[in-house]
């Protein structure tokens, strides 16, 4: 821990906004520097607020243990945004920011990043960090400038969707003003609402904006002042033309990797956006397909939804069908320009429909997973998704849980149980409306889409996710989630690494914060590690979630790491903030804040037996075309174990006291 006559380092803001919708107040104090010291930004900075809140809930008696009793939805959960010292500054892809709350869908820890630019326009109204606690009484909105909070009524937002809010607010508001909002599914609750910032990226995992919603809070813009700069304790490095300097360095690397990487590698992030990858994983045997029964797509089928099918969908499109025109975006101050914009548009030439995306794991799961290869059709369900707010993947996987049982409780007949029989009885309305659910049958998507994101008819249960949707009929086995959150795009069979970040993940399955193995291995032109491999697995899985930790905490893109090492990060903070990191130093404060992240999991009631994949991967082999591949509970007990040592953890998962001194968290436990 240390002194409190420290200073802040360069980069930083100063201030901690604190709004509390209850009385409808703010006051801002300063960032403690010790807290800067040891989380540094963003996520680090999130969690260290997060379990201070909840720690300090149980002073005032009103809890005994604050992190399992407080419910989700209730005012006592804070949310809370943190930015990084390089976000806004001249690192490249640096407009990330994180999200923190408790979750809704998992009960646990709520952990979401995104990119865009409402980041770095809070960042230039003068704080570090947004803290919201409280509800307000009716719906309201926030304006943040650097002249203070402003509260007005949303009622007029109530309907709106996030594209129709975000539009709204940015054409009243000063030019540059940044908007952050919920669409219906935020607003009505569901478990897996995500955040929207910018009008298409998201904080999209855990169920944000269902915490958000249950604030009565519906939108928070963000109006930057123009005088405010962020000081940098380095401007010549970070100036791009100064070809010593550490960020004219880190973008060349990214645009020399755009180009002269081959497509399959990394250069195709540039050339397809993230659909890039659906090819290069489907090559590897590893994308998912029905619920994750297989990983079996046939080339004709795949072929019709990989990124180069998008980039030549509007060429090759035959007259008189839909097709889908695309043109890049990006992030603030990113390079390699992954983003998406879409239109599709009809036979005739008309516009139908236009909005961000598609990315690719929303093309993984509301695709591939559902045996759907229709690109205008996932398109159009993913704008929905997106104005609706809703995470995707949990989306796509609550879908492919819904139609597997849906299929299992029919193929049961008359022996089915009277629960099992109730979800015939749950869906007759939208099977009557829609047809069935069935894998492949992509006249149901869209529908459904409006049903969870409106929470009614089917929607109403499918919008608590798919685990406690499977649970209501009795089967949460189909149910593809660790910590009730579902699984993203890559089969865990086929890569252990990849399968010991979804289950080590705080969040829940996720593919980015346990570190993401299974794309760095092909887009990075990584040695390939044999996905089935059990020794050395859990170290690399370790290092990976350190380097990703790393990138949550400085506020870098995921996807500049498939170029820029740690050490050369490093060089970019320490021109930031004048302070003096090296890759190992990074590294302990991701372990820190790995290490605090799983104990306020513990206090919420997690144990090391919330850390496992669902059984069918253990118990049901899949065919990849080139082995047969299927997780083994023996040697992942073994690879578990690895993991928590070399994290300083016991054998039951547990941070040791040793650890916790080590990393200097006393005074959080
Ligand atoms: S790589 Fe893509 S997601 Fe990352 S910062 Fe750049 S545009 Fe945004």
Redesign the pocket.
Known sequence: MQENTMHLPKGYMGKVLFVDLDLQTYHAEPLAPDLAARFLGGRGLGIAFLFQHFSRLEQNDRYRNAFAEVDPLSPDNPLIIATAPTTGTKMP?S??FHANFKSPLTEGLGSSDS??YWGVALKKTGYDVLYITGKADTPIYLVISSAGVEFHTADRFREANTRDTTNTLAAELPQGARVLTIGQAGKLGAYFASITNDKGRSLGRGGGGAVFGAKNLYAIAVVPDRSITIEVADEESLDFKNESGAAFKAKIKLEVGKFSRKEEHYGS?SSMG?LCLCGMVNNYGQLVHNNMRDTYHKPEDIERITGEALRQHAAKAKPGVTKVKVKK???YS?P????RKTQLIDGEGNLIDEGEGPEFETVALLGANLSIYNLPVIVQANYWANRYGVDTISLGGTIAAFIELYEYVKSQGNAASSQEKQLLEDTKTFIEQYGEPAFGNADILAPLVHEIGNLRGIGKYLASGSYRFCERYGHPEFSMTIKKQEMPAYDPRTSFTQALGYEMSHRGACHLEGGYTAAKDYCAGYAEWPGDRIEGSALISKNAAFSNTVLDIIGA????SFSITLDEYALLVNAVTGLSYNAGLLQKTAWRTLTLERLFNIRCGFTKNDDWLPARFFEIPVDTGERIAVCNRDAFEQMHQEYYQSLGWDEEGIPTQDTIHKLELQDFV
Do not use: M, P
Request: glycine share 22%.
């Open positions: 892809t407009g990330r990119g865009g992030l993230s975006g990006t992030c990113c390699i320009l992954c983003k893109c995921v996807y500049s």
